[in-house]
């Protein structure tokens, strides 16, 4: 049993934020950190490969139950082979936003995600963390923003890396992710009843951790 271990759920949409305020309060506290999307995103490569089709909810189920998923030192291990780099492309976006529509696949992830508790404790970030994964979580926050911030966020995050962006593109892709993620009969991406709600448009990365941060400690010291 695992219940004992406290978890910090992180939801929220695509370009929120998220991955960056989940892994510097992880870092603060000492805990683990679980990057769902990037199982989702690994999927979505591996079934590619495989020429196994996004739509085929029960090949990519039982494809994603025969893989052996990794995460060491930030790197993304498929088969101890590292595809940190491959998983972040924006068709595996997509693709890992097409699989996850899959009741069976989302199934299928979940004691893997739920191995990610353990001691002294967890930071989760996705779409589900507070409602399916981890509903016993002791803090729920869900973070977000306007399309616009997101789409601008994701551009300059691309032109940093040094890629061809299109602003236009970006704001279009984002819609139709996010239309997809709430849409979605299984897990569809919404505020868990007990989350705060922190709108990130005017709020900077570290006021955003700093917000989480002193949430959790009001948590524990009830
Ligand atoms: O980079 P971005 O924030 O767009 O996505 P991500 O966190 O890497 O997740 C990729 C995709 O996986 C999302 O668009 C979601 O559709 C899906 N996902 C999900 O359904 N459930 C999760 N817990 C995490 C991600």
Same mark, same amino acid.
């Given at each position: 049993?695992?219940? !004992? ?8 949409? /695509?370009?929120?934020? $998220? ?8 870092? &603060? +506290? ?5 990057? /769902? ?12 490969? #495989? ?15 025969? +893989? !052996? ?5 930030? #790197? ?7 595809? /940190? ?5 924006? %068709?595996?976006? &997509?693709?890992? /936003? ?6 069976? =696949? ?7 995600? !739920? *191995?990610?508790?353990?001691?002294? @404790? ?7 963390? @507070? ?7 002791? =803090?729920?926050?869900? %973070? ?16 940093? &890396? ?5 602003? *236009?593109?970006? %704001? =279009?892709? +984002? ?6 993620? $709430? ?9 868990? $009843?007990?989350?705060?709600? %922190?709108?990130?448009?005017?709020? @900077? ?7 989480? +941060? ?7 010291? #009830?």
């Amino acid at each position: 049993m695992t219940n !004992h271990i406290p978890v910090i759920a992180i939801d929220g949409p /695509s370009a929120s934020g $998220k991955g960056t305020v989940a892994q510097i309060v992880a870092d &603060k +506290l000492g805990f683990s950190y679980l990057d /769902s999307g990037a199982l989702y995103r690994v999927v979505a490569f591996a079934t590619h490969q #495989k020429n196994i089709s996004w739509h085929d909810a029960n090949a990519i189920a039982e494809c994603a139950k025969a +893989l !052996h998923i990794q995460f060491k030192q930030e #790197k993304v291990l498929l088969d101890n082979q590292d595809i /940190s780099n491959d998983i972040r492309t924006e %068709l595996m976006g &997509k693709g890992a /936003s097409q699989v996850a529509v899959h009741a069976p =696949l989302r199934a299928a992830l979940v004691d893997l995600q !739920h *191995s990610f508790r353990v001691s002294p @404790g967890l930071v989760a970030d996705g779409r589900d963390m @507070g409602t399916v994964i981890f509903p016993d979580a002791q =803090l729920k926050v869900f %973070l977000t923003a306007s399309t616009e911030t997101r789409a601008q966020r994701r551009y300059q995050q691309l032109l940093g &890396k040094g890629q061809p962006a299109d602003y *236009s593109n970006i %704001l =279009l892709d +984002l819609q139709e992710r996010d239309a997809r993620d $709430k849409s979605r009969t299984s897990a569809p991406l919404v505020i868990a $009843k007990d989350a705060i709600l %922190l709108e990130t448009d005017n709020l @900077g990365i570290s006021a955003a951790v700093n917000i989480v +941060l002193s949430n959790y400690q009001e948590k524990i010291d #009830k």
